[in-house]
């Protein structure tokens, strides 16, 4: 009888500091933010960065197309991720070719990348890419 009580009472101790071992990881735990750990939104100069690729162009310093493309996949793929969602467009993150669709349409779809190759007409479906992707941000970030 004796032997089943210390056993009863050693189990019990263990499990309560299995519990305050958990407790203990379960508070370092809560301040990890996963998406900042996965997707790192930052600076660099006067670019802003998502994982370390620039988005943007400056005179002075000239970044490449491929580079922009696959930070504004990266921002879609932040957004689709956080599940923002919105109501005048679908997210179609697919890294440097990512897209958006307006969502009353699923046949058309914006290319949210383009080149430096020289066209007589403007990059239509680039820039009503770039219109959708700031509409979405505005509609996010006013709320």
Same mark, same amino acid.
């Given at each position: 009888?004796?032997?089943? +009580? ?6 019990? +101790? ?6 305050? +071992?958990?407790?203990?990881? &379960? ?21 802003? %960065? =998502? @994982?370390?690729?620039?988005?943007? &162009?400056?005179?002075? !310093? ?18 689709? %991720?956080? +599940? ?23 046949? %058309? !779809? ?16 680039? @820039?009503? =890419?770039?219109? =959708? ?8 970030? %006013?709320?």
């Amino acid at each position: 009888m004796m032997d089943m +009580r210390c056993y009863e009472e050693q189990e019990q +101790r263990m499990a309560c500091h299995a519990m305050l +071992r958990w407790v203990s990881k &379960r508070g370092e735990i809560s301040r990890v933010n996963v998406l900042n750990d996965c997707f790192n939104i930052w600076h660099a100069g006067p670019f802003a %960065t =998502a @994982n370390g690729l620039r988005v943007g &162009r400056h005179p002075l !310093h000239q970044v490449q197309w491929s580079e922009i493309n696959a930070a504004l996949g990266d921002i879609l793929l932040i957004m689709k %991720t956080a +599940r923002f969602n919105f109501s005048r467009y679908i997210l179609l993150p697919m890294g440097n070719h990512s897209k958006l669709s307006p969502a009353d349409d699923n046949r %058309t !779809h914006y290319c949210l990348y383009t080149d430096d190759s020289f066209s007589i007409l403007p990059k239509r479906h680039f @820039n009503q =890419a770039m219109s =959708a992707f700031f509409a979405c941000a505005k509609v996010r970030w %006013t709320r």
